[in-house]
């Protein structure tokens, strides 16, 4: 497993006479293009898609908008958007101390102003570690049972199942993608969305991609995987075309296809705070890419079969499940990784919950916390998506729920039927940075979960209703709401149908206290 390090540049000539900064063309004109790179890595056969239909308006250029952000230098943009959120912090430490400035009026300004001060470094301060994820952000306990109007409601639909969402890094914008081949981004308050143009076969072979190969005629629409990068700008889809194919949010266009891998590319993951991303595959590989240079940096390689899922945080560390019923910890600077072995299944699913802490979810309807620090997983929650009989709603009973039982319990199951593939744990996500979890399958509902940091165990929270095979889970970041990607198929394969279930995006309200 090698990383490749980028290009080193050379030392500056060294001139002659006088110096003076405007000779020097690092201070004169705007930074160059980056320029694109060819690939010449062999591809394999991709199958074919169906046809999708035009639902939602088409999406066009919008020049006026790329040609403000060209007057503006990154230096500028960074400085604009630092004070705007300072301004908006010390407006939230201004409502904070208007109470108690109101009964002392007889204290100085600059006190007071002092204190304010004081009260927005804490805050930065405690939003920095909370970011690093070296303080977990309470939430679990602050979330309220539904009431009975709380429900999933559809934010915009697709024409099969869909397959994937992502959210962008202030919660205002969404991406969905299904097996039909449409991508849509939306807004996430009024659902209004416009549909990605796939681009020519002529304009894709332009940007890089290959020719399908066997029996294939056409390159496959059908997507697996969607990424979005922490600053909103590129969107990243992968599927049975082997291909990675990167978007440009701002003007929702095509700018550029990866080539490389030789199987269905399953997973994609953005690394927080950057444009290097990741892709795992059936192939069983791990590429590294990056997405400002149009670049491939290096392939990972350790799974024995198909690579389901991969997410990352801030570290260069990359979280993947396999096949070959193993969790791995890619450690790329390092290039090293950890092996993590599930007891008695086949996982199917995981998420970082911390640098030290993960997440995963099981065939067989488990849901595993798993820490560094050992290999077998700390605790496991057993049954944690029972299939009722008739795929009947579940009760509550005083804000417990009455499911499966944990690893040292000893609740009876009674109707509830964990071995079917209904209950395989298909998807699981974290509020970032907090103890509030959520996992979905095809049993009829979505759960969420409290994890305790101190006991290294997961606690039941709340049951909602939702039918259908949740694909694809995704939290905002301040954990008021939940977006879900279902279908009436799974992700992956075609082996089960709900045909109740509505082919969509859907959003559920989380009230926090």
């Known amino acids: 497993m090698k990383y490749k390090n980028t290009k080193k540049k050379g030392p500056a000539p060294r001139g002659k006479g006088k110096f003076s900064i405007n000779q020097d063309p690092f ?19 991709s199958a074919d898609s169906e046809d999708y239909d035009d639902e939602v308006e088409k999406s066009g250029p919008e020049e006026s908008e790329g040609e403000e952000e060209e007057q503006e230098t990154a230096d500028e943009k960074r400085k604009r958007v630092a004070t705007a959120y300072l301004e908006k912090i010390r407006e939230i430490a201004r409502r904070e101390k208007e109470e108690e400035e109101d009964g002392d009026e007889g204290r100085e300004v600059g006190e007071k102003e002092g204190e304010r001060d004081s009260l927005v470094a804490k805050i930065l301060q405690q939003e920095q570690l909370e970011e690093s994820g070296r303080v977990r952000r309470v939430i679990a306990s602050r979330v309220q049972k539904p009431e009975a109007t709380d429900e999933f409601r559809v934010l ?10 992502a959210l962008s890094e202030d919660d205002s914008k969404g991406f969905s993608a299904s097996k039909d081949g449409s991508i849509l981004h939306w807004d996430v308050s009024s659902g209004k969305g416009v549909k990605y143009l ?33 600053d909103g700008r590129y969107l990243a889809s992968g599927g049975l075309d082997r291909h990675i194919h990167l978007w440009d949010t701002r003007i929702q266009e095509h700018i550029q296809a990866f080539p490389g891998h030789r199987g269905p590319v399953s997973c994609l993951t953005f690394r927080q705070g950057t444009s290097e991303l990741f892709s795992g595959s059936f192939d069983r590989t791990v590429k590294i890419w990056n997405a400002e240079d149009r670049a491939y940096i290096s392939t990972l390689f350790g799974h024995q079969s198909e690579v389901l899922t991969i997410d990352c945080l801030r570290k260069e560390r990359v979280l993947t499940v396999g096949r070959d019923r193993s969790m791995q910890l890619w450690k790329v600077p390092e290039e090293s990784r950890l092996v993590f072995r599930a007891p008695a299944s086949s996982l199917e699913c995981c998420c970082f919950i911390s640098n030290d802490e993960f997440l995963s979810g099981s065939d067989d309807g488990s849901i595993e916390l798993w820490s560094l620090l050992r290999k077998k997983p700390v605790y496991i929650v057993k049954n944690a998506h029972p299939l009722l009989d ?35 744990v298909s998807s699981v996500t974290v509020c970032g940075g907090s103890d509030l979890a959520a996992s979905g399958a095809g049993n009829g509902s979505v759960r969420l979960w409290a994890i305790e940091s101190e006991t290294k165990d ?3 929270l709340y049951n909602l209703p939702l039918v259908g095979f949740v694909n694809s889970l995704a939290f905002a970041k301040s954990g008021q709401f939940l977006i879900a990607g279902v279908g009436q198929e799974p992700r992956l394969g075609r082996w089960g149908h709900l045909p109740a279930a509505r082919n969509g995006v859907l959003v559920h309200p989380i009230k926090l206290s």
Request: zero cysteines; glycine letters at 8%.
């Open 390 to 424: 008739g795929l009947k709603n579940f009760e509550q009973d005083e804000g417990k729920i009455s499911n499966g039982h944990s690893e040292n319990g000893n609740l009876n199951p009674g109707s509830y039927h964990s071995s079917s593939a209904y209950s395989w």
């Open 198 to 230: 796939w681009p020519s076969e002529e304009v894709l072979k332009s940007h890089g991609a290959k020719d399908p190969q066997g029996r294939a005629t056409k390159q496959s629409k059908h997507i697996l995987a969607l990424a979005v990068s922490s």
């Open 27 to 45: 201070f004169a004109g705007e930074p160059k293009k980056r320029r694109k790179i060819d690939y010449d890595d062999d591809d394999i056969e």
């Open 458 to 460: 997961i606690q039941p």
């Open 156 to 165: 915009l639909k697709h024409r099969q199942s869909v397959t994937a969402v």
